[in-house]
C-alpha cells in the first residue's frame, strides 16, 4: 500500500488549496478513505473521510462548509478542497486508507 499527499504549502487566511492523495497497492475503489491532520502538541484528528463509491462523506465540525472531499476510483486518487483557510487549519495533513498512512504534507495559513 502506497499513499502520497501533494498540494501542501503556505496560504493566506481566507485562501484556498487543494490536497491530493494518490494510491497504489490496493483496490482503492473498495475502501473508505480519510484525511486527518496534526498540528503541533496536539492528537491527529479525522478532518474528513469518503465512503468507497462517493456516495457518503462526513466532515469534522470545523471544517463543514469550508472543505470538501471528493474521490476519483479510475483515478485511485482522493481530494481534498480547501476553502476559507484559517491559522488554526496549520497543520501536517494525512491522507488515510485501507489503515495505511501516507507521509504528509504540511499546510500553513499564515500573513
Known amino acids: 500500500v502506497q499513499l502520497v499527499e501533494s498540494g501542501g504549502g503556505l496560504v493566506q487566511p481566507g485562501g484556498s488549496l487543494r490536497l491530493s492523495c494518490a494510491a497504489s497497492?490496493?483496490?482503492?475503489?473498495?475502501?473508505?478513505m480519510s484525511w486527518y491532520r496534526q498540528a503541533p502538541g496536539k492528537e491527529r484528528e479525522l478532518v474528513a473521510a469518503i465512503s468507497s463509491a462517493g456516495g457518503s462523506t462526513n466532515y469534522a465540525d470545523s471544517v463543514k462548509g469550508r472543505f470538501t472531499i471528493s474521490r476519483d476510483n479510475a483515478k485511485n486518487t482522493v481530494v481534498l478542497q480547501m476553502n476559507r483557510l484559517k491559522p488554526e487549519d496549520t497543520a501536517v495533513y494525512y491522507c488515510k486508507g485501507r489503515g495505511s498512512w501516507g507521509q504528509g504534507t504540511q499546510v500553513t495559513v499564515s500573513s
Open positions: 497497492g490496493f483496490t482503492f475503489s473498495s475502501y473508505t
